[in-house]
């Protein structure tokens, strides 16, 4: 059991500052703010600039990240994405009084503090960019690394087959840069909770980072700086994960775990990139005897390139990042353990001869 968290992050409030007269903003109007970032957030449903709400029925709100949206107008203190015309983007933190230069072409971040997210501002030489806030998939693409993040294809498929829901209890690791991490925490919201296990301190520091950059502070996400090999320890209340989802080198050495921290119909997943890790993964959980349902895949997403009559498929694409496998904790009995001659039979039903086969004689 663990007794100490030490990462956990205690629940933000939310505070209004005053801001200054601006063109896009009506004057003496307030921003909403979540405690500790610096991105304005809506309250209860409310768009864009609060001139009425006090502050005291702010406060009151004890709001989480998820329930702070960020407002339309870009601010001071958070980072957003500029974009040239061939969709080239480049990440800058704003900041009262400073410089963006690109390519010997200068913005003053004043001129983009305050205009609405998906502006084109004009730079010192006549250069034209798109000013956007990021979407999550493009964050993580251009947000600090420690380690490699994982591409939106696969962080968008891992939740969904690991069926991560609201008020969901997730154990993950490794860390990493924390791409993964605000995936399941954008997911299992303020009633759920994110468990994170990473062996390096600095990548972790970095993950965090870049949660709160994204997020803001987190309450429900507890990280630590343990190995997965050696055990998922429950939190204080004793209470089995709903889903154990793993990004890390050896993952068949986590199986066994996930099998005791894992409540009966809660889900495995791990991303590994290479077929010999797959069959040591799939192996640990046929032995492990308690996960059923194992399926492994991979995904590729080919884009298009559409102008006029010319639509054809662009010439690049990522065409390997890596293979999942999901399995699910079920109770022993029904599926049981494959043996050599499964496997060989296996091996021969599958193929297409095979089935062309069953086909033809039916
Ligand atoms: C590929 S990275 C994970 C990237 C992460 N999913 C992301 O999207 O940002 C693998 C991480 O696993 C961590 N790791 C390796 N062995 C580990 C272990 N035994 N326990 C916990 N974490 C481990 C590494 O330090 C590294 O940060």
Redo the contacts with the bound molecule.
Sequence with gaps: MLTDLPHVFFPRVISVREVPAHPARPENSRLIFCEGTQAPVNYSGLVGVSSTMPRTSVAKGGMNHLECRPMSHLTTGERIHLVDKKGRQYALTLKAGEIYQFSGQKIPHDELIGRPDGTVVTLSGGKKMLALRPTFGDYVLKMPR?????YPKDLALIPMWADVYPGARVFE????????TMALLRLVGPQGLVVT????ED?AKTALANINRYLGPTPNLVSLRK???EGIDLLEDGVPFDRVVL???EPWQVVPHAAKALRSGGIYLSFVPTVPQVVQTVEALERAKVFGMVETFESLIRTWSVLGRSVRPDHRMVAHSGFITVARKVEPGLLGVRSESDSAEAAFSDSPDAIGMEEATS
Excluded: C, M, W
């Design positions: 420690g380690a490699q993040v994982l690791a490794g860390t990493g840069s924390g791409a993964l296990y990473d062996l390096r990548f190995s997965a090999y990004d890390l080198p």
